[in-house]
């Protein structure tokens, strides 16, 4: 495998877990606006100067994107108590209940995709045994287990 074959299987592997990830009608985020939500899922409480860091995005597209990811709900800004300049960014409740949802198994994605239950549950192991080699913890605690703030509408950094 070289870099370019990479680079298309993580683009076919992000296309299938989009396939598993959503229904029919569901609105698709941006891919800013993926970034975002995957690392607040990830790191619930990151200051914007720390999403900034995680995503490698500009300061300004960064509070451009929470805040309209907060005015639909998805997002939800408190103001650091040790430093009342700093917002904080946690999952909104429609945010956890989407990632609640989209731990399903991928399997039927996978049959589509490749024809057959037989080779999708031989990549689904792959898959698997990638995650171990590759993720830091695949199977780290959800953010969905970790109570949300409450609402604060406060979009400074």
Do not use: K
């Not at 076919?12 to 029919?24: F, I």
């Not at 399997?107 to 990549?123: E, I, M, N």
Request: aromatic fraction near 2%.
């Amino acid at each position: 495998m070289n870099g370019r074959q990479l680079n298309r299987l993580a683009r076919r592997l992000h296309e299938l877990a989009r396939e598993a990830s959503t229904y029919p009608g569901d609105p698709i985020p941006t891919a800013g606006e993926t970034a975002v939500l995957g690392t607040v899922a990830e790191h619930p409480g990151s200051s914007i100067r720390q999403l900034c860091e995680r995503t490698g995005f500009v300061q300004s597209h960064i509070s451009t994107i929470v805040a309209g990811l907060t005015e639909r709900g998805l997002l939800i800004t408190s103001t650091d108590p040790a430093d009342h300049r700093r917002t904080l960014v946690h999952p909104g409740e429609p945010l956890l209940r989407g990632i609640r949802r989209r731990q399903r198994p991928i399997d039927d994605t996978l049959t589509t995709a490749l024809g057959g239950p037989d080779t999708a549950r031989r990549v689904s192991e792959l898959l698997g045994e990638l995650a171990i080699l590759l993720l830091p913890d695949p199977e780290s605690s959800s953010p969905a287990d970790h109570p949300t703030p409450p609402h604060d509408d406060r979009h400074a950094s």
